[in-house]
């Protein structure tokens, strides 16, 4: 039995109405850091030098400089000035490869090695805690990176 034109029409605004409500729904989840989520770093261990393999970012002096292949600059000093995590209590399942981070840290004489798993948005920290990144804060933590063509 063939349904009617008036019946699809019907099908289809009960399925695009379910659709937005679950889009709502995941926005509204993905898009506010959570209340456990705390500043990586602050006003007084603020960053102060980030390598990710050969790209780096630095504050001089209040103004912040990257390497000259990096595009996103001013996105990517932002991201990492203003990442927030929650500290996870076991460790997590990860499958992606982690990106080696070396951060200094002004009123840190050692810079610190960290681990950056960008799928599952994971940072294990020198002491093997773990910590997630809200989705809404993930965005821009890589360079982008200006490849040029031999």
Request: hydrophobic share 45%; charged share 15%.
């Amino acid at each position: 039995m063939a349904l009617s034109r008036k019946k699809w029409n019907t099908i289809i605004i009960l399925v695009t109405a379910m659709m937005i409500a679950v889009l709502s729904f995941i926005n509204s989840k993905t898009e506010q850091v959570p209340t456990d989520a705390m500043p990586l770093f602050d006003s007084t261990l603020p960053l102060k030098q980030l390598h990710i393999n050969n790209q780096w970012l630095a504050d001089s002096n209040g103004q912040w400089q990257c390497s000259d292949d990096v595009l996103n600059c001013l996105q990517w000093t932002e991201a990492w000035q203003n990442i927030a995590i929650s500290a996870l209590q076991i460790e997590p399942i990860h499958t992606s490869e982690p990106i080696k981070i070396t951060f200094a840290i002004a009123n840190i004489d050692e810079p610190q090695v960290w681990l950056l798993f960008t799928e599952e948005g994971l940072l294990q920290s020198p002491g093997l805690n773990w910590y997630k990144i809200p989705p809404s804060l993930r965005a821009d933590l890589l360079p982008i990176v200006n490849v040029q063509s031999r």
